[in-house]
């Protein structure tokens, strides 16, 4: 069965430089999460889409932009990174009124 | 505002001993949906189980058990015969619909509760 796909699965970035991290939800899955999950922490919610409308936001700095595009994937942009950005980062797709969430395998990014 | 607490950091155990991981949550809303997930050392999130909150009923799936009481917000998660694979993190979620039915279905953790079985 297909699976939520992160791409890349890791990244390793400077501070003050950008990354692009991107989502492909499972098919015909209209909801999109972002989380991020710190070191020993557990994953924190950062933002969400619904059919391509942002439906809800959590702690995310405001470095931080994301967008889910016509094709149902989304992108999460963050600039001037800095070293607590270190983390992984999961997305994770939710078919409509399933109130489940299938978990991609997560993007590790580490800020140097 | 949602809280969830899982007390217990760490717990080890031998191989075929049970082991039960303690989970309570707090939320206002009256309808509102549990989930227990496994995070292996590989780091992906697996779901094990999802509970609603009209649903008491326990559930085994194989040597995986779950107590939902919600006279004291706590959904409990038992481990029967534990094996060395069984070794990981395991985070109990909650998230809620809000009177409109609307799913704000962003998921909040407990801290985590590292399980080592050893063999």
């Known amino acids: 069965a297909a699976g939520v796909i992160q791409s890349p699965r890791h990244l390793i970035k400077e501070k003050r430089e950008t990354a692009t991290l991107k989502c492909y939800p499972i098919p015909r899955h209209d909801t999109v999460y972002w989380y991020q999950q710190g070191p020993g922490q557990d994953p924190q919610f950062l933002i969400s889409?619904?059919?391509?409308?942002?439906?809800d936001k959590g702690s995310i700095p405001d470095r931080f932009s994301a967008q889910q595009f016509s094709d149902y994937h989304s992108e999460l942009n963050m600039s001037s990174l800095e070293l607590g950005d270190s983390a992984l980062y999961f997305c994770?797709?939710?078919?409509?009124?399933?109130?489940?969430?299938?978990f991609g395998p997560g993007t590790r990014l580490t800020v140097t | 505002a949602q809280k969830v607490t899982q007390a217990q950091t760490e717990i080890s155990v031998v191989e075929k001993e049970d082991v039960t991981l303690d989970c309570v949550y707090e939320t206002r809303d009256t309808t509102y949906y549990l989930f227990w997930y496994k995070q292996p050392p590989s780091g992906e999130l697996v779901f094990l189980i999802r509970r609603n909150s009209f649903d008491e009923q326990n559930e085994i799936s194989g040597r995986y058990s779950w107590n939902f009481q919600k006279s004291t917000s706590s959904f409990n998660f038992t481990i029967t015969a534990s094996q060395v694979v069984d070794s990981a993190v395991y985070f109990c979620a909650l998230s809620f619909l809000d009177a409109g039915g609307t799913s704000y279905g962003k998921l909040t953790f407990g801290q985590g509760t590292i399980l080592t079985v050893h063999p």
């Open positions: 889409f619904y059919e391509k409308m942002q439906s």
């Open positions: 994770a797709s939710e078919p409509q009124n399933s109130y489940e969430q299938y």
